[in-house]
Every structure is written in structure tokens, then in C-alpha cells.
């Protein structure tokens, strides 16, 4: 009886080990939230494939293909960068910067900055 009890507790200890392991990489998931000036509602769904961060910014038929992906780990700074158009549909480079607060949390936030062509504001995204 013994034996068995320790067998289902290295079981689920297991099963739990293997759960925490799956959510990969700190950016990977799709990110919500209100960013630029008018403070505009913005999805950010973004993917590790091994060797980069890659994603899509407001998925849909406007969706725009992040360029590049900078996550600093020494102070969790992250830095995205991407080609789309500005509020009157020029053309128009998108950088957001910030850092990743409470990350251990699944529903951790990205906090900082959303540059889009001329328009500064800032920007609060967090993982759904």
C-alpha cells in the first residue's frame, strides 16, 4: 500500500512538472490590452519556433507581421518591432517597448511604450 501511495505521488508531482514546463517561452501567447495615445485596444499573439519570438499584431484582415522580437532577460526589458500604417493609413514603423512585470504569473503584463509613426503613448499588454 505504501509503495502504491508513493507511486501516485511521484505521479502527480510529475504531471505537475510537466504542466509548469509547458508554457514556454515569457513572451509566447496572445497579449491584450490599450496602447498609443487614444489609448486604442491592440492584440499582440506572438510564438517561440526555437530560435525566434515571431507573431502578429492585431490578427485579422488589417493584421500586421512583427519584423523583430528583443526580450533583454537581465531586467526583462522586450522590444517589438513592426511595419504598419498610422491612424490615417500611411505607412508607418510600430515600435513598443517595456518590461515584463509579475512574471510569474500566467497573466503577466508588458508595460511601457507603443510608438506608431509619429504617435507616442503608453502601452499595458497582459497575457490572456
Known amino acids: 500500500m505504501r509503495r502504491r501511495t508513493i507511486a501516485v505521488a511521484c505521479s502527480v508531482l510529475c504531471a505537475a512538472g510537466m504542466a509548469w514546463a509547458q508554457e514556454g517561452h515569457p513572451l509566447s501567447g496572445t497579449w491584450a490590452g490599450d496602447c498609443g495615445p487614444q489609448r486604442s ?57 517595456g518590461r515584463i512585470e509579475d512574471l510569474g504569473s500566467y497573466h503577466r503584463r508588458i508595460v511601457g511604450t507603443w510608438t506608431q509613426g509619429s504617435a507616442k503613448g503608453e502601452c499595458r499588454l497582459t497575457r490572456e
Open 41 to 97: 485596444h491592440v492584440t499582440v499573439v506572438m510564438a517561440w519556433d526555437g530560435k525566434n519570438v515571431t507573431g502578429t499584431i492585431n490578427p485579422g484582415p488589417d493584421a500586421v507581421a512583427i519584423g523583430s522580437v528583443a526580450l533583454d532577460v537581465t531586467n526583462w526589458a522586450v522590444r517589438i518591432e513592426a511595419d504598419g500604417k498610422d491612424a490615417s493609413g500611411k505607412p508607418a514603423h510600430i515600435l513598443a517597448e
